[in-house]
């Protein structure tokens, strides 16, 4: 008998989690202090669902790197670290 949980036996919030394959973690996150929310859009490439575009809100950051809490249950968490150049104040063109 397998110790490990099926597929199947997983919380429906697991199984909607999807890999994001532009994400770009600091070396030591939790050193990053929070701002004040910044209403930005975010680009998210999803391992199985391809390239969007999110609306979330920057709360950390620094010239490498950029943490966008964004509302999607497939990101496993609150948000997404990525590169500032796939953070937008605005749609891109």
């Not at 532009?22 to 939790?30: F, G, S, T």
């Amino acid at each position: 008998m397998s110790s490990g949980m099926s597929s199947r036996d997983q919380p429906p919030h697991v199984l909607r989690r999807r890999a994001v394959l532009n994400m770009h973690w600091p070396r030591k996150p939790a050193s990053f202090k929070d701002h004040d929310p910044i209403p930005v859009t975010v680009r998210v490439v999803w391992a199985q669902d391809g390239e969007e575009y999110l609306p979330g809100e920057a709360v950390r950051w620094d010239a490498d790197h950029v943490y966008v809490r964004i509302d999607d249950a497939r990101c496993g968490g609150n948000g997404v670290w990525v590169k500032p150049a796939d953070v937008y104040r605005s749609l891109p063109e």
